[in-house]
Nanobody, 124 residues
């Protein structure tokens, strides 16, 4: 079966930077994305790289601060986080799927595979 493995989580000071990576195995994915979930909250969309064109989409809350990058050859996706704030604290999940429709990318149910999550903690 296909698997996703996140890495790069940890603690960082507010205003700092952190990079997350996700490596896929067992299957090639065209759409890869990041979601996050804070305690007591629903898992929310962060960013996605859509299908083979690789066009990127961001939640308003992270636009201008986070950058998603998909490496087509390596079947990986990264999330460069800058100017992080305490509200960015969450477990970050890598998600992947194929043949998604653009309108579906914001919905967690559209993704077939998920990583185990990696904790990001931003101190104030």
């Amino acid at each position: 079966q296909a698997q996703l493995e996140e890495s790069g989580g940890g603690s960082v000071q507010a205003g700092g930077s952190l990079s997350l990576s996700c490596a896929a195995s067992g299957r090639t994915f065209s759409t890869m994305a990041w979601f996050r979930q804070a305690p007591g909250k629903e898992r929310e969309f962060v960013a996605a790289a859509f299908r083979s064109g690789g066009h990127t989409y961001y939640a308003d809350s992270v636009k201008g601060r986070f950058t998603i990058s998909k490496d087509r050859a390596r079947n990986t996706v990264s999330l460069q986080m800058s100017s992080v704030q305490p509200e960015d604290t969450a477990v970050y999940y890598c998600a992947a799927g194929n043949r998604l429709i653009l309108s579906q990318i914001y919905n967690r149910a559209a993704y077939d595979y998920w990583g185990q999550g990696t904790q990001v903690t931003v101190s104030s």
